[in-house]
């Protein structure tokens, strides 16, 4: 089992930055990819990022389009936690945060987790 903790959140103006952090415990943090995904108000569950792992390569991401050049995944195995910095954060932005672990098969999609956090909610105001 995987436990994960959400923190960071808030309320931001249009152009600012916030940065999100997700502690897990339960299992060796480093034996895993982490992900971060966003429910936006009425919207499905929709993948932001995800961070893999290998001592040998260091860690490797992937960006959703919408964040790309804006958004930043990264893990400190040494704390268990896995950050997002979010920077020029726009309206289209906000939603409820999930950190996720431990995918199987297709990173982007949300069903291939096991593990979800509580959320942690973003907001931007225009």
């Known amino acids: 089992q995987v436990q994960l903790v959400e923190s960071g959140g808030g309320l931001v103006r249009t152009g600012g ?5 997700c502690a897990a415990s339960g299992r060796t943090f480093s034996d895993f990819p982490m992900g971060w995904f ?5 919207k499905e569950r929709e993948f932001v990022a995800v961070m893999n792992w290998s001592w040998s390569g260091g860690g490797s991401t992937f960006y ?3 964040v790309k050049g804006r958004f930043t ?3 400190d ?14 309206p ?7 950190c996720s672990a431990d995918p199987e098969g297709d990173y982007t999609i949300a069903t291939s987790y096991a593990y979800w956090g509580q959320g942690t909610q973003v907001t ?3």
């Open 73 to 75: 995944i990264s893990r």
């Open 38 to 42: 966003r429910q936006g108000p009425g």
């Open 17 to 21: 930055s916030l940065r999100l952090s």
């Open 92 to 98: 289209e932005d906000t939603a409820v945060y999930y």
């Open 64 to 66: 959703a389009d919408s």
């Open 124 to 126: 931007v105001s225009s």
């Open 77 to 90: 195995n040494a704390k268990n936690t896995v950050y997002l910095q979010m920077n020029s954060l726009r």
